[in-house]
């Protein structure tokens, strides 16, 4: 079985495919970070 581990862009906590939240950015990349990180990154 193969499981792809991403780990949060701001904390590096590593994360599961249940956690991990993820956006794309203008230039189409896609950033991973946690529940946590996410919220708080989009209350900016």
């Known amino acids: 079985m193969y499981n792809n581990y ?3 862009e701001v904390c590096g906590a590593e994360l599961t495919r249940a956690s991990q939240k993820q956006q794309l950015d203008r230039a189409g990349f896609m950033h ?13």
Not at 38 to 43: A, F, R
């Open 32 to 44: 991973s970070f946690c529940g946590k990180c996410y919220s708080e990154k989009s209350l900016k």
């Open 6 to 8: 991403l780990s949060c």
